[in-house]
């Protein structure tokens, strides 16, 4: 393990990086205003994973609610490697967990019985490619869901993630595309970005954001 990486960066730096290297985007800044974001939140790296696993390719309010009964289960409310071996393939399922996902959760659990799921204090002091390439190998966990990990609970400042389509959505918007860029093209017009494109993907969300409400 290296030397641990702080949480979160320097917000005024990187707002006054992207409004000089892109004007199309600043001026979506200043319409949106600055971003209130915090990155100092504890977590349990099983139970963050496993929320995450529980939430995809479902709506907000039924993955929550699946969410929530998982939970429930465990110990304070935490899903861990423990909580997930200690019920029946039928409990899970009763919760609304199907089966692909109980078998993501139960290789997840494997996984952190290994040994293999570092801490979140373990986290701090890795990069993000050794972050990524670590928590892929479980089932149901593939790289985007590792790139909401790094920020929103690590606050890596430079993390684009190419394949959300609600970024790409908002980078057509900012560049008045009549549809979203691919992932490939995405990347390239986000190089500008960096050294700070968690901040850019974070206002690209807040554009969709701020379009739909002004429709």
């Known amino acids: 393990m290296g030397t641990r990486i702080a949480r ?3 917000l005024e730096a990187a707002c006054a990086h992207l409004q000089r290297c892109d004007r199309r ?8 205003g600055p971003l209130q974001l915090d990155f100092t939140a504890r977590f349990e790296t099983v139970d963050a994973l496993a929320r ?10 039924a993955a929550a609610t699946i969410t929530s009964r998982v939970a429930a289960l465990m110990p304070r409310n935490r899903i861990s490697a423990g909580g997930i071996d200690a019920q029946t393939d039928e409990m899970l399922r009763a919760s609304g967990v199907s089966a692909g996902k109980l078998a993501a959760l139960r290789d997840l659990a494997g996984h952190a019985r290994a040994g293999a799921i570092p801490s979140a204090r373990q986290l701090e002091r890795m990069e993000d490619a050794a972050i990524i390439a670590s928590l892929t190998k479980v089932r149901g966990v593939g790289r985007w869901t590792v790139e909401m990990l790094l920020m929103f609970r690590l606050g890596r400042p430079d993390v684009l993630p190419i394949d959300d389509l609600g970024v790409r959505m908002g980078a057509a918007l900012v560049d008045r595309m009549s549809e979203a ?3 490939r093209e995405l990347a390239v017009r986000g ?3 960096a ?3 968690s901040l850019a993907g974070f206002y690209l969300w807040r554009v969709v954001e701020h379009a739909r409400k002004h429709a």
């Open 8 to 10: 979160g960066f320097d």
């Open 25 to 32: 985007l600043a001026k979506w800044m200043q319409r949106i």
């Open 52 to 61: 995450s696993i529980l939430h995809q390719q479902l709506s907000g309010r």
């Open 181 to 183: 860029p691919t992932p």
């Open 191 to 193: 190089a500008r970005w």
């Open 195 to 197: 050294p700070y494109r």
